[in-house]
Every structure is written in C-alpha cells, then in structure tokens.
C-alpha cells in the first residue's frame, strides 16, 4: 500500500543539526513531487518545502531560506531534510507528505507518521 | 496567499450539520484548494481535494464546495469521530498555505 515512514528527530541543542528521512513505498515516486510541513505544539500546520521529482525544483517557506535543505535519493525511494542552526522555536512535528504530480493533483494526500524534532538546552 | 478560517471553533452536536469556512486573500484555481481533518496525534488526513472532490474512503456526509476567494467544507450529519481540526489548503502557487483551521467540538 502506499505509505511514508519517516525517521529521525529528537533532541538537540540549540545550533545543532539534524537529517529527517521519510521513506516512500506503494508508488512511483520519481512520478511526485515531495513535501514537508511542520506543527509547532498546539498550532496549526505550517509548510516548509517541496522537491520536484528528479530534483530539478526546490521551494522553501520564508523562515525556512538558508537554513533548511530538502533532497531526495530517487534510488532509495526517499526524500530529507536537513536542519541546521537549529533553534527552540524549530520544536515541532515534522511531517513529509506525497504531493502533486504532473497528472494528479490531489495535494498533499498522502503523510508520513510524524517525527518530533526538540530543540533545548 | 493567506487563508482565513471561520469560525476559529465550532460547538455542534452530533447529528446536526457543520459548515466550515476559508477564505483566500487572492482568487484560487479551485483545482488546488484542499481540506484536511486532523485529530489529536495523528497525522491529517485528506477529505476533499479539488475544492469538491472527496478523497479515497472519505463518507459521502463530507462535501466541499467554492470557487474563487469562498471555500466551504460541509459535514452534513456529524458523527462522533468527527470531532477534530479541519484545515484548508491551497497549493496552486508556492509557498503552500494553511488556514488557521476550525476546531469542532461537542
């Protein structure tokens, strides 16, 4: 079936840095582009960035420019996100999500589980 | 493109018939407006896609409808699981938008 599990997060100290991994099964993933969102505690959904299918776009919310880095390894069916410089208010639920392709746009309609990233002291 | 929620929370019964609201700050391609049911530690869920078409597995009690800046999710008999936060989403131009979402609560 189609899915995304994703792995990763946890706690770091504020200026550290951390990959998350969402691996994608169930379709063709060369086929979707790929996105990240984040849900600070108790707050609404807030989208990071997407990747296009063979990597040829990026897009980043504007919190996100410079310090955030989304790829993917279309041979491993996955895709990442790098976090550096991590600050107390980067604390949230990280969620990856399967996204449009060029013939469907269902939106973000698939999501992977959910990993928490802890910044502290 | 900013949207906007209405209301922040909703009190409703089961049985009775909910209407959740988002509003776009600039005119979207109905194509790309979505809704979402979220539920406390879970991940969200995608209702309706299209503005008004209803996901996989979706009951036909979740309608979507709107056009333009007006967007409108309905559930038209409400069931006890759906007691959740709704969000909209738009995705026709980037970045991507969240509403604020719509607390349903008994």
């Known amino acids: 079936q189609v899915q995304l599990v994703q792995s990763g997060g946890g706690l770091v100290k504020p200026g550290g840095s951390l990959r998350l991994s969402c691996a994608a099964s169930?379709?063709?993933?060369?086929?979707?582009?790929m996105s990240w969102i984040r849900q600070v505690p108790g707050k609404g959904l807030e989208w990071v960035s997407y990747i296009s299918g063979r990597s040829r776009y990026t897009n980043y919310a504007d919190f996100a420019k410079g310090r955030f880095t989304i790829s993917r390894d279309n041979a491993k069916n996955s895709v990442y996100l790098q976090i550096n410089n991590l600050r107390p208010d980067d604390t949230a639920v990280y969620y990856c999500a399967r996204d449009v392709s060029d013939y469907q746009y269902h939106g973000l309609d698939v999501w992977g589980q959910g990993t928490t990233v802890t910044v502290s002291s | 493109i900013v949207l906007t929620q209405s209301p922040d929370t909703l009190s409703v019964s089961p049985g009775e018939r909910a209407t959740l609201s988002c509003r776009t700050s600039?005119?979207?391609?109905?194509?790309?407006l979505a809704w979402y049911q979220q539920k406390p530690g879970q991940a969200p869920r995608l209702l309706i896609y299209?503005?008004?078409s209803r996901a996989t597995g979706i009951p036909d009690r979740f309608s979507g409808s709107g056009s333009g800046t007006d967007f409108t999710l309905t559930i038209s008999r409400l069931e006890p699981e759906d007691f959740a936060v709704y969000y909209c989403l738009q995705y026709v131009s980037s970045p991507r938008t969240f509403g604020q979402g719509t607390k349903l609560e008994l």
């Open positions: 299209g503005a008004s």
């Open positions: 600039q005119s979207v391609d109905s194509t790309f």
């Open positions: 169930g379709f063709t993933f060369t086929e979707h582009y």
